[in-house]
Structure formats: C-alpha cells, structure tokens
C-alpha cells in the first residue's frame, strides 16, 4: 500500500546545509504520521524528526533548532530541512509512515569537518 522514495543525501562540510525528500506513494499520505530516522555505525536507529497528519512536530534534542519536518500533501512528499551540519550528524537517514511500519530505502548523509 505505500512505496517510499528517499532523495537529497550526500557530501557536505560542516556547517552546511541538506534537504531530504521522501516521496510517498500511497492514497493514505494525508493521514499518516511520518518520521525521519537514522543510523550510524555501532548505532540504533533514532528518532529524528516526527510530523502528524495534522502537522504537529518533535524534534531529538541533537537536532532541535538546526533541522527542520515539514510534508506537502498535495505532492505526497515528506521534507528534512538541515541546517549547520555536524559531523555527528553523519548517519543513513530513513523515513517512515508510521500507519503501516514502513521504511524508506534510506539515504546517506555525510558530513566532513
């Protein structure tokens, strides 16, 4: 019942900036929570970012401030705006629709200092 497709990984500097697009193709976007999730090595996978179908959103302590979950219904796509980019934020970012347990294939974001 959904597909999702993850766009907007890749190389940065510290302190730059990324925007992560997971494209959903399901008729039940507009009432589904999603979250963006990552992993880094000899790490669990974490919470990053969460938005509800009626746009309420949370935030890691870690990235609260820099980064930024927003959805556009119309377009059925999810977004990770991220800002001043630490190293540490160097991780394989999923997203996920919460309704059916599914994950996204995931994306690679790495940040050099």
């Known amino acids: 019942q959904v597909q999702l497709v993850e766009s907007g990984g890749g190389l940065v500097q510290a302190g730059g900036s990324l925007r992560l697009s997971c494209a959903a193709s399901?008729?039940?976007?507009?009432?589904?929570?999603m979250g963006w999730y990552r992993q880094a090595p000899g790490k669990q996978r974490e919470l990053v970012a969460h938005i509800t179908s009626g746009g309420t959103v949370s935030y890691a302590d870690s990235v609260k401030g820099r980064f930024t979950i927003s959805r556009d219904s119309a377009k059925k796509t999810l977004y990770l705006q991220m800002s001043s980019l630490k190293p540490e934020d160097t991780a394989v970012y999923y997203c996920k629709a919460d309704r059916f347990g599914c994950w996204g294939q995931g994306t690679q974001v790495t940040v050099s200092s």
């Open positions: 399901t008729t039940y976007f507009s009432i589904t929570d």
